[in-house]
């Protein structure tokens, strides 16, 4: 029998299993295509498998999207995963993880969880491609994951974000593939939606991408750090930002991380 369990963070839900001796094998995306598939499986963005590592790593996690695609950094995951660890005694209430974007540091705050996430690519300002007869200009960065993000005036609930969210997502220009993010600014706050690149859907919230779209934001001097961004969930994560001069700004993701259930499977 194979134990899980089920977490989200502001909608965003992941199968964790713990797989310390590495039984399940080095290829997991078979599992995780089975397992998130929401019809047939339990159903989630994600599968995060725990395996050991060495310090100053708590433990290395395996993040696999739902189409069964790698993933190296997921923010929410991270808050996921990093409370799992404490709740089951595998890490203190402040410790590091290994993933494959990097060191992750990760704290309990109150009810929350705060995660440093690994330093953020060079920010791209202003890029611009087209589609369908259509001139797009994005802000482009590397928060774990690639971002592109588009600013927007139109009601965020306006946008066809399956449908765009997916031709950008395949568009040239990214040779990797990107997630996409929608971004309005709103009071000195954002609102997000985002297509996650590997899941192939919009996703109720993405932390890395708001990771991205708060950082961008910055940069273009529309908000101060700390910075709320409202999900597509309804629930708001908050990025702290400290920008340097001479190398990449250090970034802090706060949110929720919730245990949703637990259960077996049968192997096989």
């Given at each position: 029998?194979?134990?899980f369990?089920?977490?989200?963070?502001?909608?965003?839900?992941?199968?964790?299993?713990?797989?310390?001796?590495e039984?399940?094998?080095?290829?997991?995306s078979t599992?995780?295509r089975?397992?998130?598939e929401?019809?047939?499986?339990i159903?989630?963005d994600?599968?995060i498998v725990?395996?050991?590592?060495?310090?100053?790593?708590?433990?290395r996690?395996v993040i696999?999207?739902?189409?069964?695609m790698?993933?190296?950094?997921?923010g929410n995951?991270?808050?996921c995963?990093?409370r799992?660890?404490?709740l089951?005694g595998l890490?203190p209430?402040?410790?590091q993880?290994?993933?494959?974007?990097?060191?992750i540091?990760?704290?309990?705050?109150?009810d929350?969880v705060?995660?440093?996430?690994?330093?953020p690519?060079?920010?791209?300002l202003?890029?611009?491609l087209?589609?369908?007869?259509r001139c797009w200009?994005?802000?482009?960065?590397d928060t774990g994951v690639?971002?592109a993000v588009?600013?927007?005036?139109?009601?965020l609930?306006d946008?066809?974000?399956?449908?765009?969210?997916?031709?950008?997502?395949?568009?040239?220009?990214?040779?990797?593939?990107?997630?996409?993010?929608?971004?309005?600014?709103?009071?000195g706050d954002?609102?997000?939606?985002?297509?996650?690149r590997g899941?192939?859907?919009?996703?109720?919230?993405?932390g890395t991408?708001?990771?991205?779209?708060?950082?961008?934001?910055?940069a273009?001097g529309?908000?101060?750090s700390?910075?709320?961004?409202?999900?597509?969930?309804?629930?708001v994560l908050?990025i702290?930002i400290?920008?340097?001069?001479?190398t990449?700004?250090v970034?802090h993701?706060t949110?929720?991380?919730?245990?949703?259930f637990?259960?077996?499977l049968?192997e096989g």
């Amino acid at each position: 029998m194979i134990t899980f369990t089920k977490m989200e963070g502001c909608g965003n839900d992941f199968i964790l299993i713990e797989d310390q001796d590495e039984a399940l094998g080095a290829d997991l995306s078979t599992l995780g295509r089975a397992l998130c598939e929401r019809s047939t499986g339990i159903g989630a963005d994600g599968l995060i498998v725990i395996r050991a590592d060495e310090e100053p790593a708590a433990y290395r996690v395996v993040i696999i999207n739902a189409s069964g695609m790698p993933a190296e950094m997921c923010g929410n995951g991270a808050r996921c995963v990093a409370r799992y660890a404490i709740l089951h005694g595998l890490a203190p209430q402040r410790h590091q993880f290994r993933t494959e974007a990097g060191m992750i540091s990760a704290e309990l705050v109150g009810d929350e969880v705060r995660v440093g996430l690994s330093p953020p690519g060079p920010i791209a300002l202003n890029q611009t491609l087209e589609l369908d007869g259509r001139c797009w200009t994005l802000d482009c960065v590397d928060t774990g994951v690639p971002h592109a993000v588009i600013w927007t005036e139109q009601p965020l609930e306006d946008i066809d974000v399956p449908r765009l969210g997916s031709a950008l997502r395949h568009h040239r220009f990214f040779p990797k593939g990107a997630n996409i993010n929608f971004v309005a600014r709103e009071n000195g706050d954002l609102r997000i939606r985002t297509f996650e690149r590997g899941v192939e859907a919009e996703t109720q919230a993405c932390g890395t991408g708001s990771a991205a779209a708060a950082l961008l934001a910055h940069a273009r001097g529309y908000v101060a750090s700390p910075v709320r961004v409202h999900t597509r969930h309804g629930g708001v994560l908050t990025i702290s930002i400290d920008a340097r001069r001479d190398t990449p700004a250090v970034l802090h993701l706060t949110g929720p991380a919730n245990v949703v259930f637990t259960g077996q499977l049968n192997e096989g």
